[in-house]
T-cell receptor
Framework: AQSVTQPDIHITVSEGASLELRCNYS??????LFWYVQSPGQGLQLLLK??????LVQGIKGFEAEFKRSQSSFNLRKPSVHWSDAAEYFC?????????????FGKGTHLIIQP | NAGVTQTPKFQVLKTGQSMTLQCAQD?????MYWYRQDPGMGLRLIYY???????DKGEVPNGYNVSRLNKREFSLRLESAAPSQTSVYFC????????????FGPGTRLLVL
């Protein structure tokens, strides 16, 4: 069965410091991977996605992620965080169900930005 | 272009009451989805609709029913609400099956007492 693991429930980073959020997946077929961000009280916004091709993908708000098949990982990175990046981050894998494709999400990582 | 809209934004129910959560999208998408989000659990798929006229169960369908009213609208019904259904419910839509992105609505917070 497919699954997504985000090992860090909370991460605290100082403003201006670099960030890496970890994501590991388990899926029998070729994985199609996503990172979403959820600000407090809001819906989910897509940051970036990986379907195929270049394993380093660029997203919005200065985020990037690298797909590493050998490690079953899709970690999210940002070189310098801003206070506005404080939010909940979800990694997800697209599961083909035959007709419509649902997302299987990790449990999320809560990012706290210290001034 | 509002994207995905959901009503209501917040609802309180008593155990055993029924209600319908509404979702609409204006992106001409074929596929629509209902997820629930619980603390520490991420989002879990309840039901999905690959196209108008079709619906199918996701990971956690028990206690719910859905209706794909037309291409734009996909409703989620709780026939007899239970406290375990206290959650935040998100609707999403995508162009269709395959490698397409899902776009999410703002969510409905449901409290069942």
């Amino acid at each position: 069965a497919q699954s997504v693991t985000q090992p860090d429930i909370h991460i605290t980073v100082s403003e201006g410091a670099s960030l890496e959020l970890r994501c590991n997946y388990s899926y029998g077929a070729t994985p199609y991977l996503f990172w979403y961000v959820q600000s407090p009280g809001q819906g989910l916004q897509l940051l970036l996605k990986y379907f195929s091709g270049d394993t380093l993908v660029q997203g919005i708000k200065g985020f990037e992620a690298e797909f590493k098949r050998s490690q079953s990982s899709f970690n999210l990175r940002k070189p310098s965080v801003h206070w506005s990046d404080a939010a909940e981050y979800f990694c997800a894998v697209l599961v083909v169900r035959g007709g419509a494709d649902g997302l299987t999400f990790g449990k999320g990582t809560h990012l706290i930005i210290q001034p | 272009n509002a994207g995905v809209t959901q009503t209501p934004k917040f609802q309180v129910l008593k155990t055993g009451q029924s209600m319908t959560l509404q979702c609409a999208q204006d992106m001409n998408h074929n596929s629509m989805y209902w997820y629930r989000q619980d603390p520490g659990m991420g989002l879990r798929l309840i039901y999905y609709s690959a196209s108008e006229g079709t619906t199918d169960k996701g990971e956690v369908p028990n206690g719910y029913n859905v209706s794909r009213l037309n291409k734009r609208e996909f409703s989620l019904r709780l026939e007899s609400a239970a406290p375990s259904q206290t959650s935040v419910y998100f609707c999403a839509s995508s162009e269709g099956a395959g490698l397409t992105t899902q776009y999410f609505g703002p969510g409905t917070r449901l409290l069942v007492l």
